[in-house]
Nanobody, 124 residues
Framework: QVQLVESGGGLVQAGESLTLSCAAS????????MGWFRQAPGKEREFVSA????????YYADSVKGRFTISRPNAANTVYLQMNSLKPEDTAAYYC?????????????????WGQGTQVTVSS
């Protein structure tokens, strides 16, 4: 049984940083891509970032490009999302997800498994 556990969320002030972690268990091997999505109150869940297992390529939403960095050291079972220069509009529940897909990584439907989410709140 695949399980994803996110951690690292919290309350910070605008301009500060946070690093989210997501540990996957129960997945045979390491050939799966990992992504982050977020959902703010009253809004739909949106893509944030992803990293493809086959070549390590990374993808970012325009709203976080240049501020967030996704990493997965040694293609292990943990993915990180380093979030710098946080803004109040980054406030949301952040979800980790995994997929065998190597083509489409920016849509929710491409992902097979999801974590429970971790809350990030950025005060102004």
């Amino acid at each position: 049984q695949v399980q994803l556990v996110e951690s690292g969320g919290g309350l910070v002030q605008a301009g500060e940083s946070l690093t989210l972690s997501c540990a996957a268990s129960g997945y045979p091997g390491s050939r799966y891509s990992m992504g982050w999505f977020r959902q703010a109150p009253g809004k739909e869940r949106e893509f944030v970032s992803a990293i493809r297992w086959s070549d390590g390529d990374t993808y970012y939403a325009d709203s976080v490009k240049g501020r967030f960095t996704i990493s997965r050291p040694n293609a292990a079972n943990t993915v990180y999302l380093q979030m710098n220069s946080l803004k109040p509009e980054d406030t949301a529940a952040y979800y980790c997800a995994t997929t065998r897909n190597v083509v489409v990584l920016t849509t929710q439907g491409a992902y097979d498994y999801w974590g429970q989410g971790t809350q990030v709140t950025v005060s102004s």
